[in-house]
């Protein structure tokens, strides 16, 4: 080809771009603004274009939905417009063009930031903060689609706006400062919601199921649940644990869940790992016993046979299945107390942990509980008496726990097991009834305790008295003042004597109190 067709050839390409770009402002009258659930050609036209310039990598539909909203979004931030999603009649005047530019090639996205427990709240965040911490709040909106400008580590007016733009998707209060809330729904949230997704409704308020107690004294921690009125009470499942040690004690206070949690966690310092993670607050949280690697046969067997002893570094360390529990039940809003408890030996001794199958690295299966005794105030006690000592366990020893509870002399866990609370308060029986206090309870012993029962009668029913058989008439003439009629009469049967009900009595326990209902079925609460 000739240099002067070549000529020709650019002479006329550059008419028809100068045409077009004369005609565009008059084809820009008659486009209609695009947005979402727009259909017809205009969109059909708007995807092929985006297509050309890299932008829209879909199957042109023309239906204008989420994907062509973010590939619109995408051409007007690379040029230096606002990302609104809307394509008006200038913007498919300019897309349309052959000014547009293909969309450059894009720098690789940060991915999510997993949960970390190296990354605490590191405290308030707001305009004018800088750092580390700043540049992964921008990295994570970044990553969820509401920040579109650099990873200064600068808190400015950009990143002040993102953080407020999530907040309102994410039904938090959208003041533009990232509190703990905030940080916790950025990082540890796995359904907080992307810029383009359909925002969180604000939640209706539901009460939260569970209330927890750890009591470090005795290394058991409790989950109450909610009674008839509201309120925690009904105990619903017990644990041995390890807390803190004295050097690494866990803190004593009220922890509030924020729903973190974790089905493997790894301790950076310590490089131990646990499973179903569930954090309490930025340096402690539930989790199970210790592992050496991610793999339920990496167990360090000593976290295991060392649980009801203080043995962590402030986490509370359960058995595998009760962490598992916590993870699966106890979430966001969910408060737990960490308390120091009066020394209570049944409690302890009535959570003991199974023996370790070290094939599977797993508790050996054991009997489930049985179901408690049936106690009666005014009842007869379980006869004959034995001697009761420490290590007795059976209903003769739930009852004597119930009959001394009564009376004010124990204040322990209610468990039929016989040891230190046991023996303390049947010694003080002994010393105030002038028995000779060894802390067993005889035969002698058990007569005084039952003293008021074993007094009562047991009431008796005298049988129906026969009816004697009508008199038939005399052949002799009645006597004077004999009744004209005689006849026999059926003695009335007596009332028996009403058996004694169940009374209600409290349990003096200066932390919990046995209620006796009118089965005669113990209940602990808490005052």
Known sequence: MTKAVCRTWLWAAALLALLTLLALPALAEDLPTLSYNSKGEAVTSLQQRLTELGYYTFRVTGVYQENTQKAVAAFQADNGLPATGVADAALQQLIHSPAASARPTPTPMPTPTPLNLSMPFPGKLEYNSAGDDVRRVQTQLLVLGYYTGDISGNFLGNTRNAVRDFQRQNALTADGVVGELTWNALFFDNTAVSAYATPKPTPTPTPVPYRIGVDVTNQVTTIY?????????????????????????????????????????????????????????????????????????????????????????????????????????????????????????????SLKIPPLDRSRMLPQPTPGPTQSPLYQPSGMPPMPFRTLERGSEGEDVYWLHCKLAEMGYYKGTITGGYYAGTIEAVKAFQRDHDLSADGKAGKQTLNKVYESVLATPTPTIPPTPRPSATVPPRDRPYIEGESSAPSATATARPTATATPTATATQDPNETSATWFDTTGAPRTVNP
């Open 225 to 349: 649940g909610l009674d008839e009125t509201g309120n925690y009470t009904q105990i619903v499942k017990r644990m041995l644990c390890s807390t803190g040690t004295e050097k690494d004690p866990t803190p004593l206070k009220t922890y509030v869940f924020n729903g973190a949690t974790a089905r493997w966690c790894y301790f950076p310092k310590w490089g131990s790992h646990a499973q179903y993670w569930t954090r309490m607050d930025s340096a402690n949280a539930f989790h199970s016993v210790i592992y050496t690697e991610a793999d339920p046969m990496a167990l360090s067997t000593g976290s295991y046979t060392g649980l009801g002893k203080r043995l962590s570094h402030g986490c509370v360390r359960l058995m595998v299945e009760d962490a598992k529990w916590i993870y699966e039940n106890c979430g966001k809003g969910t408060e737990c107390v960490v308390y120091e408890g009066e020394k209570d030996e049944e409690l302890t001794k």
